[in-house]
Every structure is written in C-alpha cells, then in structure tokens.
C-alpha cells in the first residue's frame, strides 16, 4: 500500500505539501497517485524530484492534474522528461491555468527536455496567464531554444 492510498488520506487539511522525491515511481504507482490526486481536495504542493518518471508516467500525472483544483506548484526536476513529455505537460498547462510554479529542471538524462520542448512549453505560456515561475534549466536547450 502506497501513503496516498491510506484510509483518510485525503481528509487532513493541513497536508498542504506531498512529497516523493527520491522514490522511483513506476507507472503502477504513478496510475494510483494519480486517481488520489485527482480527488484530492488539499495538496497545493506536489513534488516528485528524481522520481525517474518518463513520459509514459507523465500522461498518467497530466491526466489527475486536469482533474485536481488544488495543486499550484509541482517539482518534476531530475526525471527523464524529454521533449515528448514536454510537450504533454505543455498541452496539460493549456488546459488548466491554475499552476503557477513548475520546476522542470534537470531533465537532462533522457534525451533532455532541448530545444523543442522548450518551444512547446513557450507556445503554452502564450495562452496561460497563472504560471508565474518554470524553471528549465539544465535541460540542454541552446540559445535558439531559450528564444521562444
């Protein structure tokens, strides 16, 4: 049993932070998160650093943060997000404008979030007016890429 399927998991207001950095979350674990998530009503921070999510792990997250009307920051620094996940949670910023705080860094080691998604990310900022902090850095976006 994971912490967020523990009966009343979701009835202490006063968690208002999760945390799982570290923990090398495979898509089974990623899939129960995410239907916690999704129901979740307290949660403002999330953060799975070094989580080794891919971007398979990340369309299930996207999916319950469509759903979630709560969570404002969320920490994916030091997975393996490379453009296509990218451009998922590009897609997900779109379509929900309550985040405020992304932290995508170090996302080098699987291809690296580069250049175009980077360029994915920029186009849905143009259309979102609540994030007022994403961090990419690290990411092996070039000059050209950090333009958009």
């Known amino acids: 049993m994971y912490p967020w399927e ?6 202490n207001d006063s968690s208002v932070s999760f945390s799982l ?8 674990a990623l899939s129960s998160l995410a239907t916690a998530l999704s129901k979740n009503t307290t949660i403002k921070k999330l953060s799975l650093s070094d989580c ?14 469509l759903e979630n009307k709560t969570i404002v920051d969320m920490d994916l620094s030091q997975n393996k997000i490379g453009p296509r996940g990218a451009a998922l949670l590009a897609q997900t910023l779109k379509e ?3 985040l ?6 170090e996302n080098k080691e699987w291809g690296s979030i580069g250049d175009e998604g980077a360029a994915s ?28």
Do not use: F, Q, Y
């Open 52 to 65: 080794n999510i891919k971007t398979k792990g990340l369309s299930i997250l996207t999916a319950a943060l």
């Open 96 to 98: 929900r404008s309550i």
């Open 100 to 105: 405020t705080k992304v932290n995508l860094s």
């Open 21 to 28: 950095n570290h923990w090398h979350l495979e898509n089974e």
């Open 6 to 11: 523990a009966p009343g998991w979701n009835e």
């Open 121 to 148: 990310i920029a186009d849905a900022l143009a259309d979102n007016s609540t994030v007022t902090k994403i961090d990419l850095s690290m990411n092996n976006i070039s000059s050209e890429g950090a333009a958009c």
